[in-house]
């Protein structure tokens, strides 16, 4: 097994709820993600997921526990440190509204290059090259709004992983997508961050995704409630005969 | 090494953007552009409604003016004593003093008859503009003129021709012929083109009524006085006060302010213009603002993926500063353009300070109006990027 790239120690995270009282959307979780492994985060909508996500991302500071990434503990970070962090370590995909707008595809991933000031020659080449990898040679030039949800997904993973981040994290990457465009951006991801070593989080409300990870975490109520590693079990959950739910218990 | 990084990375966010959308930051160039336009024009009648009013005595060659007393600086109403001048000119400080005479005319031999002030000062004495052309015209009652590039920019009237004026004297029109000797640079007294002659000529020619005809001693309206020193205007002020009978004294910046209806029409288009430029900072902000507004989860991206706060606000400066310019550089031409067909009669002066008054402070709305939007985008939360929170 690889080395540790993130580690979350009982992490809590408290909201205040309007009108009083509070609530913990993200309840005393611990986990590890090796590099080269990739892993899902599902469960069904307001179990914190997302908020989890943010609190990888260091987007979000949590109330307690820890967090660390390449063992570095994000909590003794300042701001301006934790934004370096961001664009030096992390990857990103998001929903939506991923790329830079007025940026070409192959400008918006090399973005990630320029942000930590290594955009040379040999990062155009890469860029290109990994572009090509997802199928998008002939696509550098356009812009965002010129290409397809599909086609912007995957510039959004050529962003995330082409400044050799230790960590990748990738919010719904197949919402916007159908079943086979889905599969498709799901599949390649996962291929990439295997051979190049990168610990990959996939946040998913959709199980079928789950069929190229290594590991299925399941959360509800803000809580860790299932870690599935199994391979055939995961082919069981992806295909959908099994309700989540059902594992669950 | 970081500043400088951060610097380029907003100047690439900026400029992609900006050439990228050119469409949409060219129509906000555009509107700026009608704003510049709009106030260079309000500062180009501001500027040519007061040299109306006030060239002549703008640049006059003396650091104070004498009136008659309780006169209350106004030129029209203050008539001296023949004597005033050589007292005031035994003053300890006073380098050298002119008596000024003025009144109104009018050149007949023309098509259409043009109304000119007719001033009187003596030649080579502060009062008299230095000439560009020609000579000064003797001294005593001699029927010579000197003109100003006013009269000879609307009238075709040249060094060695000959004018004919006409003056209402009792209740008589009287008519006089002068030989124009010299040009002098524009110096418009009272709106009007001016035309200088000797004292005694000025006090024949002059209109005035029956009674004043008996008597030929011009009497000046105010006396211009050169220091010595010009540190010293306040000692010297209060000396002439004291030691000269029947006189107030003040500096030149006054005597504009009072020559009549002066102060009063330039606050007026000041306020015209300091309104055009609110108006002009608060469609800049409105656009960045909604701008803005739209590119909440964008700005949330770029953020979450590294973008540090400084480098999102200076990109939105810099767009803000990009846009200003392009529009009044695109506002200046067009006035430029404009500027070009209009006749001398209009009173518009493109080249005063107040045009660069102007373009600086149409350049300074740009920031100002872009102010919020920029501090708001400041604050967006990376947080935005995961449609949370």
Redesign the interface.
């Known amino acids: 097994m690889n080395a540790v790239a993130l580690e979350v120690r009982n992490v809590i995270k408290t909201f205040n709820i309007e009108g009083g009282g509070t609530i913990n959307a993200v309840d005393d979780v611990s986990f590890e993600v090796h590099s080269g492994e990739f892993v899902a985060l599902v469960g069904p909508s307001g179990s914190g997921k ?2 989890m ?2 609190i990888l ?1 260091a ?2 500071t949590p109330t307690s526990g820890q967090v660390l990434i390449d063992g570095q503990d994000m909590a003794k970070l300042n701001e ?1 440190k934790r ?2 962090l ?3 370590k ?1 990857g ?1 995909t ?10 070409t595809a192959q ?1 918006n991933v090399e ?2 290059l ?4 290594s955009a040379n020659k040999a990062g155009r080449m890469r860029s290109a090259e990994l572009l090509a990898r997802l199928g998008l040679s002939d696509r550098l030039r356009n ?1 965002p709004g010129q290409m397809s949800g599909g086609q912007q997904q995957r510039v959004a993973i050529a ?1 995330a992983l082409i400044h050799n981040p230790a960590v990748v994290l990738a ?1 719904e990457p197949t919402a916007s997508l159908d079943t086979e465009r889905a599969y498709q951006v799901v599949e390649t991801f996962a291929n990439l961050i295997h051979e190049n070593g990168r610990a990959g989080i996939m946040v998913t409300h959709d199980l079928r995704m789950c069929k190229y990870v290594d590991r299925v975490l399941q959360m509800r109520d803000g809580k860790l409630v299932q870690v599935i590693d199994d391979k055939y079990d995961i082919e069981v959950l992806a295909k959908g005969e099994l309700p989540v739910a059902a594992i669950a218990q | 090494m970081r500043l400088m990084k951060t610097f380029f990375l907003a100047f690439y966010l900026a400029i992609k953007e900006i050439v990228r959308n050119k469409g949409r930051f060219l129509l906000v160039s555009l509107v700026i552009a009608l704003i510049t336009l709009l106030v260079l024009f309000i500062a180009a009648l501001g500027e040519g409604l007061a040299d109306g009013n006030r060239q002549y005595v703008a640049s006059l060659d003396a650091e104070l003016i004498v009136f008659l007393e309780k006169s209350d600086y106004s030129i029209s109403s203050s008539r001296l004593d023949t004597n005033t001048i050589r007292a005031v000119r035994r003053v300890e400080g006073v380098a050298d003093a002119g008596p000024i005479y003025t009144s109104t005319s009018e050149i007949v031999s023309l098509e259409e008859p043009l109304k000119i002030s007719m001033l009187a000062a003596e030649p080579d004495r502060p009062g008299m503009p230095p000439l560009i052309e020609g000579r000064t015209f003797r001294g005593g009652a001699a029927s010579e003129a000197v003109i100003d590039e006013g009269v000879a920019l609307r009238s075709g009237i040249k060094v060695g021709d000959e004018i004919e004026i006409r003056s209402t004297q009792g209740t008589e029109d009287e008519f006089f012929y002068l030989k124009v000797v010299g040009l002098v640079g524009k110096q418009s007294y009272f709106f009007q083109p001016t035309i200088f002659v000797p004292p005694a000529t000025w006090e024949q020619m002059r209109p005035q009524p029956a009674a004043d005809l008996r008597d030929t001693t011009p009497y000046p309206n105010i006396i211009a006085v050169k220091l010595a020193d010009p540190a010293q205007i306040e000692l010297v002020k209060e000396r002439l006060q004291v030691q000269v009978s029947n006189i107030e004294v003040t500096d030149i910046e006054t005597t504009i302010n009072n020559i009549p209806g002066y102060s009063a029409q330039q606050s007026t288009v000041q306020t015209q213009g300091a309104f055009t430029l609110l108006i002009g900072i608060l469609v800049i902000g409105g656009f960045f603002q909604i701008q803005v507004l739209q590119k909440v989860p964008q700005i949330g991206v770029l953020k979450a993926i590294g973008s540090s706060n400084g480098a999102v606000g200076l990109a939105a400066v810099m767009q803000i500063i990009v846009v200003t310019a392009i529009g009044v550089a695109i506002g200046g031409g067009l006035t430029y353009l404009f500027s070009l067909g209009f006749p001398p009669t209009i009173p518009l002066t493109f080249d005063g300070p107040r045009s660069l008054l102007a373009v600086i402070a149409l350049l300074l709305i740009g920031p100002l109006g872009g102010m919020v939007s920029i501090i708001y985008a400041v604050r967006i939360e990376p947080l935005k990027a995961l449609k949370l929170g």
């Not at chain 1, 998001?94 to 940026?103: D, G, H, R, S, Y």
């Not at chain 1, 320029?114 to 000031?117: I, V």
């Open positions: 997302t908020t996500l943010s991302a987007l979000l301006s934004v370096k961001r664009r030096q992390i990103f998001f929903q939506a509204n991923n790329l830079i707008p007025f940026l400008e973005f990630m320029r942000l930590n000031g812009l962003r919010d």
